[in-house]
């Protein structure tokens, strides 16, 4: 059977001028316009990102034998090479045609909405964001990254209307390898070995999906905003991510999940996840250390106010014993008086009564006469 290789039209900005939203995913000869292939392996599949409204799908994959026929109904296979396919993907973002998509390969549909916000080519399987995305797909495929704002559209892509994407193109055809063996029976064993064959690859591909564990993408929404995920569980070792692409590690510190809890991250990992709990508790220990602070302060106080209340008892019997003091005296000087008071009612009282009298009297005659005499001088 023939085997064509496809390679980038010479003349051509880009081989590639626009991709199709299809239902059966494929590859044709010449102008070219994936759809219609009976070949489950040709099949590009979709993964579906709700948040983001993204569509995450492999566009061409190298060296990837496809069965055509032609118009006469003789059969054929194609295939691009790496470098033809690196080349393609590279050619279609230069040429600033990722908004170009149609319905079905149908140039009066085109379909407004989408565009190809992410363009790659796979380097490592291994680590590659295909293969975190849950592809198996090798070295050298082209992927794309699919932005859907069109609500019909994206209805479609869920309910199943769209299951792939076609690339339209135009490459020159090469030929590299022809059957010598022309015989129909031969082809037809060929073709049911093939089939039966690619039916047990099928086969042992969902036997291994059933045993091997499927990786599921965790995400947590954090207090001040965004979200941040994780392969499976979230537990100490597992590596932290702040795109779904799970492409950049978080950063190193702590995050505040939006229920609360409190999760560390260091190196990249999961470094342990307090509780809303134990949150609680440290915040309860922090009023308790102010309460014990407070209580302490007024233990302070109040021996200090027992001081002050001591010295006020202690002049307070100072002052009641000045009190006495002063009664005593008050009593003593009215004793004094009373006396005094019998002396002047005596003969001898009586007569100290009278010179005083007359002591005053003279003393204000000399007064006057001191005046006098002043006055004359003056």
């Not at 054929?76 to 090479?81: M, T």
């Not at 005053?360 to 005046?371: H, I, K």
């Given at each position: 059977m023939e085997l064509y290789e496809l390679r980038k039209k010479k003349g051509l900005a880009s081989s590639v001028y626009a991709i199709?939203?299809?239902?059966?995913?494929?590859?044709?000869?010449?102008?070219?316009?994936?759809?219609?292939?009976?070949?489950p392996k040709t099949i590009t599949r979709i993964k579906l990102n709700a948040e983001k409204r993204m569509i995450y799908t492999p566009v061409l994959i190298p060296n990837q034998k496809i069965y055509r026929e032609d118009e006469a109904g003789n059969g054929?296979?194609?295939?691009?090479?790496e470098n033809t396919i690196e080349e393609a993907a590279h050619d279609f973002v230069a040429a600033k045609l990722t908004d170009e998509f149609n319905n079905e390969h149908s140039e009066h549909e085109k379909l407004e909405g989408i565009s190809l916000v992410e363009n790659w080519i796979i380097e490592d399987p291994k680590s590659d964001k295909a293969t975190q995305l849950g592809f198996e797909l090798p070295k050298g495929t082209w992927m794309a990254g699919i932005k859907v704002k069109d609500e019909e559209i994206?209805?479609?892509?869920?309910?199943?209307?769209?299951?792939?994407?076609?690339?339209?193109?135009?490459?020159?055809?090469?030929?590299?390898?022809?059957?010598?063996?022309?015989?129909?029976?031969?082809?037809?064993?060929?073709?049911?070995?093939?089939s039966m064959g690619e039916k047990l690859d099928g086969f042992l591909?969902?036997?291994?999906?059933?045993?091997?564990?499927?990786?599921?993408?965790?995400?947590?929404?954090?207090?001040?905003?965004?979200?941040?995920?994780?392969?499976?569980?979230?537990?100490?070792?597992?590596?932290?991510?702040?795109?779904e692409a799970l492409q950049t590690p978080a950063a190193d510190g702590e995050y505040?999940?939006?229920?609360?809890?409190?999760?560390?991250?260091?190196?990249?990992?999961?470094?342990?996840?307090?509780?809303?709990?134990?949150?609680?508790?440290?915040?309860?220990?922090?009023?308790?250390?102010?309460?014990?602070?407070?209580?302490?302060?007024?233990?302070?106080?109040k021996e200090e106010l027992n001081s002050v209340k001591a010295e006020l008892s202690s002049y307070r019997e100072k002052l009641t014993a000045l009190e006495a003091e002063k009664e005593e005296v008050k009593k003593e000087t009215s004793e004094v008086k009373a006396e005094l008071s019998k002396v002047k009612e005596t003969p001898v009282g009586k007569s100290a009564q009278k010179l005083s009298e007359v002591a005053?009297?003279?003393?204000?005659?000399?007064?006057?006469?001191?005046?006098e005499r002043f006055k004359m001088n003056h």
């Open positions: 199709a939203f299809v239902k059966n995913p494929a590859i044709e000869v010449g102008f070219v316009a994936l759809s219609q292939d009976s070949n054929y296979q194609i295939f691009f090479s994206w209805a479609k892509c869920k309910n199943g209307t769209y299951q792939g994407i076609s690339i339209e193109g135009l490459f020159d055809n090469f030929e590299t390898k022809m059957n010598i063996n022309k015989n129909t029976e031969m082809d037809k064993k060929e073709e049911t070995a093939k591909a969902e036997l291994k999906g059933l045993v091997a564990p499927k990786t599921e993408l965790a995400s947590a929404e954090l207090q001040d905003g965004g979200s941040i995920y994780t392969e499976g569980e979230w537990e100490d070792g597992v590596n932290v991510y702040t795109d505040v999940l939006a229920d609360g809890r409190v999760m560390a991250v260091s190196d990249g990992k999961v470094a342990g996840l307090r509780e809303a709990v134990e949150e609680d508790l440290m915040k309860k220990k922090e009023y308790m250390e102010k309460v014990e602070q407070l209580a302490k302060y007024l233990v302070d106080f005053q009297r003279e003393g204000r005659f000399n007064n006057a006469l001191r005046g």
